[in-house]
């Protein structure tokens, strides 16, 4: 079956410039998360939607980061402003566990997020 | 403070060497898991393993062997006659559900180079 798909798998953004980035999980996953990962901080967490759940939000490192998660299935991180320090790969996964945390995450290809 | 370590930036090993790839944890938390993921130079994480911290029995699967000891908060990953597409980066993850962190902390990776 399909796996986490991603778009786009590369972006690239002039500073203070918006952007929106998509993962489409696995059908039928109820968890997904979004991670950030740079050289200097490896693999961060940043948000955490579980079915009609409130969201996790703990990871986000501004209020300039938002996401969404429409219908229980496909996920949009949105990134405001965006600052150089901004420049990372990020990553979406899903998870079929309804206890959150307790099953294996399949990762998605990621988008390559540069900002000039 | 670091919840998953692992002290091996690189390793550089030749083919049909034996490496094992250390991975220690801190939690207060008596329920939690334990994950290792792969990372090849293509990008994608790629799931390994899930240990319960209710399991403590070892695990073989084809050249691939995981020493979870929770005496020494540890959980060591042990690749048997390496090859060279074991080259990859590698990830040792916790999650703690019941403290609400459902999400993985991940480890800094193990950089692994197989030589021909």
């Known amino acids: 079956g399909a796996g986490v798909s991603q778009s786009p798998s590369n972006k690239v953004t002039e500073k203070g410039k918006d952007v929106e980035l998509r993962c489409d999980p696995i059908s039928g996953h109820t968890a997904l998360y979004w991670y950030r990962q740079s050289l200097g901080q490896g693999l961060e967490f940043l948000i955490y939607?579980?079915?009609?759940?409130?969201?996790?939000k703990s990871g986000l490192p501004s209020d300039r980061f938002s996401a969404e998660r429409t219908g229980g299935s496909v996920s949009t991180l949105t990134i405001q402003r965006t600052q150089q320090e901004d420049s990372a790969v990020y990553l979406c996964?899903?998870?079929?566990?309804?206890?959150?945390?307790?099953?294996?995450?399949?990762f998605g290809p990621g988008t390559r997020l540069t900002v000039l | 403070a670091q919840k998953v370590t692992q002290a091996q930036t690189e390793i550089s090993v030749v083919e049909k060497e034996d490496v094992t790839l250390d991975c220690v944890y801190e939690t207060r938390d008596t329920t939690y898991y334990l994950f290792w993921y792969k990372q090849p130079p293509s990008g994608e994480l790629v799931f390994l393993i899930r240990r319960n911290s209710f399991d403590e029995q070892n695990e073989i699967s084809g050249r691939y062997s995981w020493n979870f000891q929770k005496s020494t908060s540890s959980f060591n990953f042990t690749i048997t006659a390496s090859q060279v597409v074991d080259s990859a980066v590698y990830f040792c993850a916790l999650s703690e559900p019941n403290t609400g962190r459902r999400a993985l902390t991940f480890g800094s990776g193990t950089r692994l180079q197989v030589q021909p």
């Open positions: 996964a899903s998870s079929s566990r309804t206890s959150g945390g307790m099953g294996e995450q399949f």
């Open positions: 939607f579980q079915g009609n759940s409130a969201p996790d």
